[in-house]
């Protein structure tokens, strides 16, 4: 097995895996490199309606900071036009961007368990994943799970990806 020691994300960096390319493990005694051990993280995306382009998402640790960004929705359908668009809270960036800071974000964990409630969340994530044919990020080692969430915890701003991660994930780890 190869062992690819990193440095510390720069958010001006993309990590890149080409396809044929072996599993690539970040390891390493590098101190400038702290690394959290496998971590649930909850995931919520808002979209252009049902097969539609993203417009947002939200990966939500159980503990620490979040990734929350929105990308740009030139016609955004009706539906989305009034229940999502006015409540993104933040400024849309390129796609390029996004996936620098979905690098970084992801680059912080040695395993991932990503939690979905909808499967074109995981769609969407897994989309933001690919960089060019035969490119995608670098990650690490990561599993989906799919589960029907009965929101005990309703979201503060239904719509809003983050908050709506936020409250799955109370949701689960409080069930």
Not at 39 to 44: A, E, H, Q, R
Not at 114 to 132: G, K, M, N, R
Request: charged share 20%; glycine share 4%.
């Amino acid at each position: 097995m190869w062992t690819l020691t990193l440095p510390a994300p720069d958010p001006k960096t993309i990590l890149i895996l080409k396809r044929n390319s072996r599993r690539l493990s970040p390891s390493g005694s590098d101190s400038s490199r702290r690394m959290e051990l496998c971590v649930l993280i909850f995931l919520d995306t808002e979209f252009n309606g049902f097969h539609g382009s993203l417009i947002s998402m939200a990966l939500v640790p159980e503990a620490g900071r979040s990734f929350y960004e929105a990308l740009h929705c030139d016609d955004p359908c009706p539906w989305v036009a009034q229940n999502v668009m006015p409540i993104i809270g933040k400024p849309p960036i390129s796609r390029h961007l996004f996936q620098k800071r979905l690098s970084a974000f992801l680059c912080r964990f040695q395993e991932l368990h990503i939690v979905a409630d909808w499967p074109e969340d995981l769609v969407h994530f897994c989309q933001a994943l690919l960089v060019s044919p035969g490119e995608r990020l670098l990650t690490p080692a990561m599993q989906f799970e799919l589960i029907f969430d009965i929101s005990k915890f309703p979201s503060k701003v239904p719509h809003n990806a983050l908050e709506d991660a936020k409250a799955f994930r109370l949701s689960i780890l409080h069930s």
